[in-house]
């Protein structure tokens, strides 16, 4: 009997840790070394891509190359990619990464709390960098994918497939604040 109790509270905590996707994006702010801020509702009607990752991440660092040809091809076409660093250090080695990998895309930090909120992340849960989120044109959270999915197998193609058919899709009169739609 305890056994069965034991495997139901497990059970429990792992459909607790599951992100809810669609879900409304809500704002992710993401603090820039400037001292401003950028935010994914910055940009309504745009399909926006964030990327949660550590500056000191090999596998980030490529992502973030991947990300600026994306941006590069499709930013024309409605398409925003915004980074948000949350490793240790972020915002003082976040100069010498866009030094060195020189992103198309704006960047910035954001605590390791503030990623963890907006990505539904549960305390039992570990990180894997980097995560993606895709938002559509109407401001909701349509994928999200973590260092660990099929889904980076082939990043390159994953990432444009996924954004081509977000692009593909009408926004909606709805607000990219997710108010309902007026008539």
Known sequence: MRFRQFLAALAFVALASAQQV??????CAINTIGGGQISSSQYPG??????????????CQHTSQILSGIQDQ???RGVQILGAFFNDNAAQL????????K??????????EQADQYLQHSVLKPTYVPELVFIDRNGQIR??????ND???DQETSIRNMVESLLKEPAT???????????
């Open 94 to 101: 976040i100069p010498e990464f866009v030094t060195k990998y």
């Open 22 to 27: 669609p879900r409304p994006a809500g704002k």
């Open 74 to 76: 499709y930013g024309d």
């Open 151 to 153: 889904f980076f197998k």
């Open 143 to 148: 994928g999200q994918y973590d260092g660990t």
């Open 173 to 183: 009169a709805k607000s990219h604040s997710g108010r309902k739609k007026q008539s």
């Open 46 to 59: 745009k399909v926006v891509l964030l990327a949660f990752m550590f500056t000191t991440c090999p596998h």
């Open 103 to 112: 992103p198309d895309f704006p960047v910035g930090y954001v605590t390791r």
